[in-house]
């Protein structure tokens, strides 16, 4: 089944505890980015990669750090995490082009403490 | 910079027609998006609109015009579980073609 799926799903940690959310496809695509969700602000690009060893920064990159060594895999790093990344991240990945619609994994909601 | 508007609710009832309208002011517009994210669950794919016009597909359809940077969504015969939020995204020309998503419209259907 294509699919893009995002571990954990839910986490509850504390400031300055590096955490990873991991990113991984199946549809062999190029383009994976991360975002994410707060009440009123909705979806916002944190960061983006068009192929592997290709990351830039979207709206929101401050605290975040992203890695495409594989195609499949694009993990999100919060280095040292403070409350104001207390959100709901979401991966999405699509084939590279202008028309190609996003495949958004499940969502993963972090609340740090 | 890019600026994207929708409506933050509407509310609309069962068996009738509603329409979520977007406008958007970006440098170099590609295209547009329209996705449905229901409550705790990832956003899913409606429609996508480059060119001026109506894309009907089903109960819903979706309009742009290029030259107003405006676009809405169409929804007939609404159901119940039509009742989510409604995302309007755009890409640009030149860039990652990886859209920018407004705030999003929370439907409420009701019977």
């Known amino acids: 089944e294509a699919q893009v799926t995002q571990n954990p799903r839910y986490l509850i940690t504390v400031t300055g505890k590096k955490l990873t959310v991991t990113c991984s496809q199946n549809?062999?695509?190029?383009?994976m980015s991360w975002y994410r969700q707060d009440p009123g602000l909705g979806l916002r690009q944190i960061y983006y990669?068009?192929?592997?060893?290709?990351?830039d920064k979207g709206d929101v990159p401050e605290g975040y750090k992203v890695s495409r060594k594989e195609k499949r895999n694009f993990p999100l790093i919060l280095e040292s995490p403070s409350p104001n990344q207390t959100s709901l991240y979401f991966c999405?990945?699509?084939?590279?082009?202008?028309?190609?619609?996003?495949?958004f994994g499940d969502g993963t909601r972090l609340s740090i403490l | 910079g890019q600026n994207i508007d929708q409506p933050t609710e509407m509310t609309a009832t069962e068996g009738a027609i509603v329409q979520i309208n977007c406008t958007y002011q970006?440098?170099?517009?590609?295209?547009l998006f329209w996705y449905q994210q229901h409550a705790g669950e990832a956003p899913t794919f409606l429609s996508y609109?480059?060119?001026?016009g109506l894309e009907e597909k089903g109960r819903f359809s979706s309009f742009l015009s290029r030259s107003k940077g405006y676009s809405y969504l169409l929804l007939k015969e609404l159901q119940m579980k039509d009742s989510a939020s409604y995302l309007c995204?755009?890409?640009?020309?030149?860039?990652?073609?990886?859209?920018?998503f407004g705030r999003g419209t929370s439907l409420i259907v009701h019977p």
């Open positions: 990669s068009m192929n592997v060893e290709v990351t």
């Open positions: 549809m062999n695509h190029e383009y």
């Open positions: 995204a755009v890409t640009l020309s030149g860039g990652s073609y990886i859209p920018t």
């Open positions: 970006t440098s170099g517009f590609n295209g």
């Open positions: 609109n480059v060119l001026d």
């Open positions: 999405a990945s699509s084939v590279a082009g202008d028309n190609q619609p996003q495949h």
